[in-house]
């Protein structure tokens, strides 16, 4: 039965109840149906309650589905060659395509088609480092929130006890769990364009304004995950974290090459991969390095012979391997800005361990472009500004190593 139908059947009990009741005298068949029909009241008032619950998650399914089926006639639109000719023509600036089921930020806010999108998003993938070991979800609706289990991997142990005994007793190993809020970040990267190239240009002036929007979406997004402030840019995997690992170093002066001295030794990388890195880790993990900080490790040696050149035969001449004390190194040209106030100033120099359980990344659906024909209108020239929104964080901190310098 359906909640309605319950409500008036219901009705109609009290109403006959109450009539019984109102009589001077119950005769025993009176209060053989009373008891038939309180009876049947109880059993309504549950089925009311697994109606309710019915009938809601009925309406939540129904609005799911309304909310899945504009999306899909979103992506479907845009990933028609109609709506992708209107973007092209609206980039030379022509009529804006025809919204449709699409939401946008805003009124002069576009989608970019779907083809392209994709596009960025694969050259995103094959140019990065992070996004290809953090804990990635693309294509997020709403407000992100991340939950986990925060006990590290030697918490779960000692559940352990005597058999067969009196003294048998059991260990509680609660869950510790903390919560991260992942809000969406914009990254507005943007590129001008004169009016007198797209009217005269003997080339594909909108593919290179294509090109140059996934290389810059593609080079702040690295740099945010990487190098982050966390103060209107995503939290980078290089900013010093006291709750990781640490193992750290004081330099001699406040530069960043005086970090990279006091750092960049046999002494720390090896602490920070046989000593601190949880062993349970050893497994699955790599290093983050920036250009610097490996290029100094590389020339390294011991008697005059590079440590981490695979053979010392070469002398220098083989590169240097992409391993180091047998984990995967990935190279990063991006790093967060050296902070050199005196002895406060404290920089995050390398990093160790499994990037998914420690890291999270979250992008939002849809890439956008604004068309921007006034702000440089006086140098006759048009702004295209691409709209990702994006947000990092750290998880599972106890899963990474850092290498963190103070400054002496």
Known sequence: MKQQEIIERRKAIETEVNSILASDQISAESEARADELLNELKDLNEKRSAAALRERFASHAVTQKVVVEKREQGEEWRSSGEYREQFLGWIKGGRAPEQRELKTDSSSSILIPKLYEDGILKYMMAQSVIRNLADLRTGVQGYSTLRYNTLATADYTSAWTQPDTASTARTSIDPGFAE?????????PYTQVSQQLMRQANFDVEAEVMDNLQRQLSKNLEWGYIGGTGTNAPTGIFTVNTNTNQVTATSASTTRAAAITAGATLAKLREMRYEKLPAAYWGSSAWIIPQDVYATIATLTVNNVPLFIPSADAVGQAGAGFTLMGLPVYVTEYLPAHISTGTTGKNCLAVLGNISDGF?????????????????????????????????????????????????
Not at 360 to 383: C, L, N
């Open 180 to 188: 991260v809020a992942l809000a969406p970040v914009p990254c507005l």
């Open 360 to 408: 999270a990344i979250r992008e939002w659906a849809g890439i956008g472009m604004i068309r921007d024909e006034i702000t440089a209108m006086s140098s006759a020239r048009v702004i295209f500004q691409g709209m990702m929104f994006a947000n990092s964080q750290f998880t599972r901190v106890k899963s990474l190593v850092q290498l963190n310098v103070t400054n002496a």
